[in-house]
């Protein structure tokens, strides 16, 4: 069976101030769980035109271990819940789909990951983009993580800064028009 998860984004922001959002982290009981280097590929695929919202197909290689994921990037008022199905994956794997698929564009960014119980914490810094913040609940849907968008807007507020509605692909991709 294929490994599938749900996650619920409670807030994606440009962030002013990574220190003292670290600080507010220890303050609220969230650990530490480590500092890692991501490239991400995300590859060409069809436009469906039977649901809103994109798919996308993304290998991701972490510290320099691949593994690809393909989720469905619904953007809602204010938040996201992306279902997601992802599989460990090999340099052969990566070859066939650049040869496939093409790649439509890569991130690099430099992610801290904290955590606070069902609660992951990203801090992000983008290459050709800037430090970003994602709070994301595992395994919740759009009500349970309601709360939680709300409590954690309110002790990061005054470190948000423009909340980001897309993916990092996007960002990217909107650089280089």
Known sequence: MVPSYLYFRAI????????AVRKVLCEIGAVFVEAKDQVDYYFNLPKRADVAGEYRLRLREENGVPHIMYYYDRNAYDTRTVPVVGLPA???LKEFLV???GVRTVVAKKREVWQRGDVVFNLDTVHNVGDIIEVEIVGAHQQTGEGHASFYRSVFGPYLGPEITVSNEDLITSQSS
């Open 12 to 19: 994606k922001s440009f962030c002013y101030d990574f220190d």
């Open 90 to 92: 090999d340099a052969q």
């Open 99 to 101: 040869t496939a698929l």
